[in-house]
C-alpha cells in the first residue's frame, strides 16, 4: 500500500457526488484537502491503497456500513449548549403557556441535534418552564452522524464546557473531574435517532409544538431546503415553532410560516 495515496480531482468528484446524493451536501473543490486528511484513516484501517478503491468498495454494494462511516468522517457537527439562544428560550415560553393552558403532551424536534448539547438545552429549559411531572414531553434528536448520536446518547461532556451553561442550571448536572452528564430525568425525555434530513417523508407523525432546524440548511441547495422546510410545516401543529440559524433564511421558501423574530418562525 503506498504511504501516501494521493486523492485525484476526478475521485474527489466522485466522492462530492456521492455526498450530494446521499446527504444534499454539496462539497466545493476548497474542501478537497481536507476530505483527503479525514478519509485517509478509514485507508489505513481497511488496508485499502487508493481512494478509488475505498470508493469502489462502497459503490459495489454492501458497503452502507462504511457509507455512514464516510459521512461520519466529512461531517461538522460544530455545537455548544445555549448556542442562540433566543430560538430556546422562544420555545420555553411558549411550553410554559401552553402548560398554564392545560396542554400535557408537548413534542420537540431538534433536527440537526450532532451531539446533543442542543437537545438538554432545551430540555433543561423546559425543565425550568414549567414542572415535568405530570407532563408528557418528548424531545427527537436526529442527526446523519451515528458518531455524534452516540456521544448524545450518552449524555457526558467535558467539564471545558460548562461555562456555556448559566450556572443556575447546573442543578441539571451531575459529575466532577474530567466529565459531568446530564440529569437523567432530563435524559430521560430526550430520543436520538439517525435520520437524513434530504429524504422526506420522515417517519414521524407529529405533531410537533416546535422543530429546532438550525446551521444545517446552510449545506443545502435551494430545492433541498425548500423540500426540508416544506417536510418540517407538514409535522408541525398549527402555530408551532420553527427555529433556524441566525445566519439562515426562509426568504423565498417561507410560504406557511411568519415571522415571529429573527430565525424563529411560526406555523401559520
Known sequence: MPTNPQLSPATYDRIRRLVYAEVG?????????????????????????TYEAYLDQIERGGG?????????????????????????DEIAARHAAAVRGGQKRLRYWSAASSSG????????????????????????????????????????????????????????????????????????????NRMNLIKPPFPMKGPFDAVLCRNVMIYFDQPTRERLVGEIHRLLKPGGLLVTGQAESLTGRSGGFRVVKPSIYEKA
Not at 158 to 186: M, V, Y
Open 64 to 88: 452502507d456500513d462504511e457509507l455512514v462511516l464516510l459521512l461520519d468522517a466529512i461531517s461538522t457537527n460544530v455545537t455548544s449548549f445555549f448556542r442562540e439562544r433566543q430560538g430556546l
Open 117 to 192: 448539547q442542543e437537545a438538554y438545552s432545551l430540555a433543561m429549559l423546559l425543565a425550568e418552564a414549567a414542572p415535568l411531572p405530570g407532563l408528557d414531553v418528548a424531545i427527537l434528536g436526529t442527526d446523519i452522524s451515528t458518531k455524534v448520536l452516540e456521544l448524545a446518547r450518552r449524555g457526558r461532556y467535558p467539564t471545558s464546557q460548562l461555562p456555556s451553561i448559566p450556572s443556575a442550571l447546573h442543578r441539571h448536572l451531575h459529575g466532577d473531574g474530567e466529565l459531568f452528564e446530564i440529569d437523567p430525568a432530563l435524559r430521560s425525555l430526550c430520543v436520538f
Open 25 to 49: 451536501i454539496e462539497l466545493g473543490p476548497s474542501k478537497q484537502s481536507l476530505v483527503e486528511a479525514r478519509l485517509a484513516k478509514r485507508l489505513r484501517e481497511l488496508s485499502l491503497p
